[in-house]
């Protein structure tokens, strides 16, 4: 039998009122469950900073000579190749030092070949001298016998000892001579003669000089922050502009101290950035940890150690390296805005690993090929001043080094050649 309690519940039941009340807190439950599972498996792993910014490297083009600047190869917002000249410097006084350091090397090494031709020539000397000395002995030995049977007189005697002992001192004085015109020459060869070496180190010294009135581009990138003008005299060290390579920029993300607890070294990172908005996601990997906070490394450090501070919550650089494919698609200048947010599900390992790794080994080989030039103009000026046969030599071994690619300096900043010299014969 039915109440009437029963009916009135049963009829609440049937009112839309009730029912849309009913299903609204099913849906805040479901949500809350969905959301408690997404927490669960993803958020709670989830890391996340706005404090975040491009870097990259900033390389700086300073010369390492004075001079007057004449020609600038490249302006802001232009991309240079490596190896492009960038800017070039007044070459006449560079030039100049060049052509006196290559006449004195070839003077050097005809005067080092007089040498050896000097000690030669002193060899001869000491046997002529010491043919001379057996000659008076065996001059002075006869007359002693012929001495003793009253056959000469004892004058002549010893005009012949006189002859004897001069001979002598003469083999001395040129055995003398052969040993200090052998100091400078023994155990050497032309090239290798240290008078030859130090007059080619100043060869190298004027060529290096010389080839650096032309400032090229460290690495391929785009310039900036151009302060050259025409005209200007720069000295060594001024910095004159700067290229800045774009594909091989890093992300540095600035999480407070309290989220690095299981953060570590390899963890994925997505990234968004405010100039291309949530529409394109990038994604990277944390390579490392700063050493400090970014208040330790400031200008003013803070100074908690005084007792009047105020407790602030900490941040420490991270860097996040950055997928080359999506940044060569999205290319992103340093300074820009990013959010970071890291998946630190794994946080197995080290939180601070001493692992050395080639990631941050930077270089360049456009200055490489600058020693090899200035060895190949020495063996040149040596090969020009050296015996005939000793020149045909070395001219084929410096043509089969050089090949067709050996020049002092390249276009498009043409500088006048500064050729070898070579004294006649």
């Not at 060569?328 to 050395?356: C, F, T, W």
């Amino acid at each position: 039998m039915t109440t009437r309690d029963d009916t009135e519940r049963t009829s609440a039941w049937k009112s839309p009122r009730v029912r849309w009340l009913v299903f609204i807190l099913g849906g805040f439950l479901v949500l809350g469950a969905a959301w408690g599972v997404y927490w669960d498996r993803d958020l709670r792993y989830s890391v996340y900073t706005d404090d975040a910014y491009v870097s990259g490297n900033v390389v700086q083009i300073t010369p390492q000579i004075s001079g007057t600047v004449v020609a600038i190869g490249a302006d802001n917002t232009q991309f240079v190749k490596a190896g492009q000249p960038l800017v070039r410097l007044d070459p006449a006084d560079a030039q100049v030092a060049l052509q006196e350091s290559q006449a004195q090397l070839a003077r050097t090494v005809r005067q080092v070949r007089n040498l050896f031709s000097t000690s030669s020539a002193l060899q001869a000397n000491v046997q002529v001298r010491r043919t001379d000395l057996a000659k008076a002995q065996s001059d002075y030995a006869r007359r002693a016998r012929l001495e003793r049977s009253g056959a000469i007189s004892e004058e002549e005697l010893q005009h012949a000892a006189d002859a004897a002992k001069a001979a002598q001192a003469g083999l001395a004085a040129a055995q003398q001579q052969l040993a200090a015109n052998r100091a400078w020459v023994d155990g050497t060869t032309l090239q290798s003669n240290p008078a030859v070496r130090d007059a080619a180190a100043a060869v190298h010294a004027a060529y290096l000089n010389y080839v650096r009135t032309v400032l090229p581009a460290p690495v391929s990138g785009f310039v900036a922050r151009r302060d050259v003008q025409l005209g200007e005299r720069v000295s060594t060290g001024t910095p004159l502009m700067a290229v800045v390579p774009l594909n091989e920029v890093w992300v540095d993300a600035n999480f407070k101290e309290s989220q690095l607890g299981t953060m570590r070294a390899g963890q994925p990172v997505t990234l968004i950035s405010d100039l291309y908005g949530s529409g394109v996601v990038f994604h990277g990997r944390v390579i490392g940890f700063g050493a400090g906070t970014g208040s330790a490394f400031s200008l003013l450090p803070a100074q908690n150690a005084t007792g009047n501070w105020i407790k602030i919550v900490q941040r420490v650089p991270v860097r996040v390296a950055l997928d080359p494919r999506e940044l060569a698609q999205h290319p992103l200048q340093i300074g820009l805005s990013m959010k970071a947010y890291v998946n630190v599900r794994d946080d197995g390992g080290q939180r601070l690993p001493e692992v050395a790794t080639n990631e941050a080994d930077y270089s360049t080989d456009v200055f490489q090929s600058v020693t090899a030039q200035a060895d190949a103009m020495v063996r040149q000026i040596i090969a020009a001043n050296a015996p005939s046969a000793v020149r045909a030599s070395a001219s084929r071994r410096l043509a089969s080094r050089l090949g067709a690619g050996a020049q002092i300096l390249a276009a498009p900043f043409p500088v006048p050649s500064a050729s070898p010299v070579a004294l006649n014969d």
